[in-house]
């Protein structure tokens, strides 16, 4: 073999190399950002057209598929790239989304005392601190959801439980008409008997007093 053949085997090794190194800092990237945030994961701005969203999660996706990539965290980082790009093609979460961003950036300039004008609100810290606080807005959001689901299961619960219990004494007071319904013969024709002076004998007949012969 060649020099000038072992150089190209030599780039192309370099070459290979730095794909993988590619593959392996845009897994560990997808995996170091807050999942819920489905910009970060995409490592796009908000506001961005559908076109981008398209474009950039076709590339990252045939970059990091655990089909080209021997990296163990490649499904894992898959899952989350195509879980991010399904949150920003659905036009409810991701309004949802934007507006906890924007909440996040108005908190944020609340508690500095910051104007829209400020130049502070355009540099990297600001960036950086923005993202934290749309992290604690959207756990925050993800926190109150679980409560309200908490609170609708126990008010569905108590329902259930109320329904049963209707239910339950439905059947009873059916129960108790069948089992009136069943002694009205025996009711009537016990009345009939009283009302003809008649009383039933331990033993469920009829007999007469006796009279007691006088002595003497």
């Known amino acids: 073999m060649g020099d000038k053949e072992k150089d190209i085997d030599v780039d192309a090794e370099l070459l290979a190399a730095g794909r993988e190194f590619d593959k392996d800092a845009e897994i560990d990237r997808i995996l170091s950002v807050f999942k819920l945030n489905a910009y970060a994961v995409l490592d796009l701005t908000p506001g961005v057209p559908e076109s981008d969203i398209k474009k950039t999660y076709r590339n990252k996706s045939l970059l990091i598929h655990p089909d080209k990539t021997p990296n163990p965290k490649a499904p894992e980082a898959f899952d989350r790239l195509k879980k991010a790009q399904s949150t920003l ?57 679980k409560r309200q689901m908490e609170a609708q299961m126990r008010e569905e619960g108590r329902q259930q439980r109320k329904e049963e219990e209707e239910i339950a004494e439905r059947k009873r007071k059916r129960d108790h008409e069948d089992a009136w319904e069943k002694t009205r013969d025996v ?19 009829k007999k007469k007093k006796k009279k007691i012969k006088a002595l003497g």
Not at 187 to 205: L, M, T, V
């Open 89 to 145: 093609m659905d036009e409810k979460a991701r309004t949802e989304l934007d507006e906890h961003i924007a909440d996040a950036r108005m908190l944020l300039m609340r508690e500095r005392k910051l104007t829209a004008d400020d130049e502070e609100t355009r540099d990297e810290e600001f960036a950086k601190a923005w993202r934290e606080k749309t992290t604690w807005v959207i756990m925050d959001n993800e926190k109150r959801k």
């Open 187 to 205: 009711r009537i024709n016990s009345w009939r008997d009283f009302q003809n002076g008649k009383k039933p004998d331990a033993e469920g007949g």
